[in-house]
């Protein structure tokens, strides 16, 4: 079974920037696609972003377009949430994820590894 550990978070003012990585053990996640959600208090677990195992192909949530930027290191077992321009909305738990089934990359029921989180706090 593949553990994801996350890492990189804290807190940030208002239009700064963080790098969370998520790193796997266990197993390799090379050929599965990866995706970030966030969760903040009171809230549903919410889509970020998704890269394929390839890294070619990538998509994001409408409130992080032109902001975050998804990548992988698939050598290193890695993926990366890259965020700029960070806005307080943005604080929440973030957590990386394994696609264990076809289709529907946005929703928490296509991902069936998790990891634990990683705090984002940003001030204003």
């Known amino acids: 079974q593949v553990q994801l550990v996350e890492s990189g978070g804290g807190l940030v003012q208002a239009g700064g920037s963080l790098r969370l990585s998520c790193a796997a053990s266990?197993?390799?996640?090379?050929?599965?696609?990866l995706g970030w959600f966030r969760q903040a208090p009171g809230k549903e677990r919410e889509f970020i972003a998704r890269i394929s195992w390839s890294g070619g192909s990538t998509a994001y949530a409408d409130s992080v377009k032109g902001r975050f930027t998804i990548s992988r290191d698939n050598a290193k077992n890695t993926v990366y949430l890259q965020m700029n321009s960070l806005k307080p909305e943005d604080t929440a738990i973030y957590y990386c994820?394994?696609?264990?089934?076809?289709?529907?990359?946005?929703?928490?029921?296509?991902?069936?590894?998790w990891g634990q989180g990683t705090q984002v706090t940003v001030s204003s």
């Open positions: 994820a394994v696609q264990g089934y076809s289709g529907t990359y946005w929703s928490v029921n296509a991902y069936d590894h």
């Open positions: 266990g197993r390799t996640f090379s050929s599965y696609d």
